[in-house]
Each structure stands twice: as C-alpha cells, then as structure tokens.
C-alpha cells in the first residue's frame, strides 16, 4: 500500500496495488478506481485535511496514525 498527498491540490492517493485501472466511480469526495474484476486499485480522496479532520474521531486511533505518519509525515507527533 502506498499513500501519497498532493498538498496544492489537497488530495489523498491511496494506492491498494498495482493492478491496471479500468474504471473508477465517484461518492462525493471519494473515487475509486477499479481494477477489470471490479477489485479496488486506488482511492482518491478529494479535500484530504477535511477528511482528516472528519476521521480523527471515527478511525481507530493506529490506523489513523498510519494514514497520516504516510501522507503528512510532520504532523505525526500531533496525534499522540
């Protein structure tokens, strides 16, 4: 899994593996790209810091750490 946050756009890439991209379908702020067997490749997640902010009281508290320790790696010592 690799994580990568485009700051001037503010958008979170999640990517779940490396299989090919055939389509992606979109939920509000979040897109999802499917791989031919309909298997989740990559996510997108659009307006990423209000997602984070949202999350911090709904994730559990690891994978919350993870998730930001990846994309914002100076911002990890906030959440301990």
Do not use: C
């Amino acid at each position: 899994m690799k994580f990568k946050y485009n700051k001037e756009d503010d958008i979170l890439l999640i990517e779940l593996n490396n299989q090919k991209i055939d389509y992606a379908e979109q939920s509000s702020d979040l897109i999802v790209h499917f791989s031919p067997k309909r298997e989740a490749v990559l996510l997108e997640i659009l307006d990423a810091s209000q997602f984070f902010k949202q999350a911090a009281t709904k994730f559990p508290r690891k994978i919350l750490e993870t998730m930001i320790s990846h994309s914002y790696p100076s911002v990890t010592h906030r959440i301990k």
